[in-house]
Structures are given as C-alpha cells and as structure tokens.
C-alpha cells in the first residue's frame, strides 16, 4: 500500500519570504499522480497543485512550485511571496495512475500547518 | 459546471443515536464518489468509495457504512454512533484518474 508523509508538522513564514514544505511517499508503481491541498480554516479542501510522474518537469501554479525527485520519492511545495491567506493547513497526496474507480482514490499526508508571520 | 452539495454543516448527537450525511453531485454523471474522515489533528481517512449506483466499497471496518441509491448522490450512515465517531466528514467526487479530487465543504459531527 502507498504511503505518504509529511515530516513537518508545523512551519511557519514571514509574509513575502519563501517556504518549502516536504513530503515524501513509498509506492511501487512506476505511473502515478501527486497533489497539493490546501485546507484553510473554513476546513474547504483547495486544489494547489499537481503533478503526473511521467513529467520529469516540475509544474507550477503562480507562486507555487514543486520539486519533484522521482528516484527519491519526494515532492516538495515551495511557496514564494507568501501571503497571509496562505495560512492553512497543506496536505501531500498520492494516486495511483492506474485505471479504475478504487484507483482514483487519493493518499493523504498528515499535513502541515502552515502560519504566515506579517 | 459541477458542483457538490454536502450536508448538513454541522451536527451534534448523542451516542447511540442513527446517523446519515448526504453528499449530492450535480453538472456531471456517474461519478466516482468517496467519503473521507477528518480526526482533529489529522490527515484525510478514506471510508469508503463508490464507482456505480449500488457499488460501495469500504476501506476501513468500522460502525458506518456508505449507500449510493442514485447516480450523483452518496450516504453516509450509521444505526449507532460511537464517541469515535466524532471528526469532520468530507464527501468528495472526481471524474477520472487524472482529474483531482473536488470536495464537499464537510460537516463537523460531534458525538456527546
């Protein structure tokens, strides 16, 4: 089974520094997808950013990036400029590219809370 | 455009006591559709996961369980509710396996 980690619970950023939140996950697959959530305190789940690991290049969203190591099995969330609404909770999820309905379930990270300093 | 419809926002109620969420897909047909719990301090448990009217499939062996009796809508029940039953519940439906997740705005239960 995958498995995804997020060894930082909490971090915290000055307003319009940058900050990179780590996640890592186990899996056998070769053909999967990778996301970015962001839970503010209304607790709605927000799409940040995905990545197919097919793509050895690393997508970007705006001010957020990813760093994507494949052979480590590690994909990071650098967020540049951050801003005061940038404060929430941040989970890393993995799934599986393979074809049917179990299979487009998402693995979830424990989190990081992320505070935004002014 | 989709948009899903989960509620209710909120609920309190007493151990012992029946329980059912409902979560409602609208703007799109047959959808995969799944519910997560949210344990204060955690990360999103999977529960349970539809692809079909009538196909539930559970993730987790616990006192809830899941119906899908139309297309686009999706229960979350239980005949008993437990004190660990207590967590905020995300309904969640995507259409294939490249689209992402979209979310439910969630109902916090609390079990007294």
């Known amino acids: 089974a995958q498995t995804v980690t997020q060894s930082q619970p909490e971090m915290s950023v000055q307003e319009a520094e940058t900050v990179t939140l780590s996640c890592t996950y186990d899996?056998?697959?070769?053909?999967?997808?990778l996301f970015w959530y962001k839970q503010p305190p209304s607790r709605q789940m927000i799409l940040v950013i995905r990545?197919?690991?097919?793509?050895?290049q690393n997508a970007t969203e705006n001010r957020f990036s990813v760093n994507f190591q494949k052979a480590a099995k590690s994909f990071s969330l650098k967020i540049s400029d951050s801003q005061l609404g940038d404060a929430a909770m941040y989970f890393c999820?993995?799934?599986?590219?393979?074809?049917?309905?179990?299979?487009?379930?998402?693995?979830f990270g424990k989190g990081t809370l992320l505070t935004v300093n002014p | 455009s989709q948009t899903i419809h989960q509620w209710p926002a909120t609920l309190v109620q007493p151990v012992g006591s029946p329980l059912s969420l409902e979560c409602t897909v609208e703007?799109?047909?047959?959808?995969?559709l799944y519910w997560y719990r949210q344990a204060a301090g955690r990360g999103l448990q999977l529960l349970f996961y539809?692809?079909?009217?009538?196909?539930i499939s559970s993730e987790v062996p616990q006192n809830l369980s899941a119906s899908r009796p139309q297309d686009r809508q999706f229960i979350l029940s239980s005949k008993k509710l437990l004190l660990s039953d207590s967590g905020f519940y995300l309904c969640?439906?995507?259409?294939?396996?490249?689209?992402?997740?979209?979310f439910g705005n969630g109902t916090r239960l609390t079990v007294t």
């Open positions: 969640a439906w995507t259409r294939d396996g490249f689209s992402p997740l979209h």
């Open positions: 899996t056998s697959e070769s053909d999967y997808y």
């Open positions: 990545q197919e690991a097919y793509k050895q």
């Open positions: 999820a993995y799934r599986s590219a393979s074809s049917g309905g179990s299979n487009y379930k998402l693995t």
């Open positions: 703007g799109t047909s047959n959808p995969n």
């Open positions: 539809s692809v079909g009217i009538g196909q």
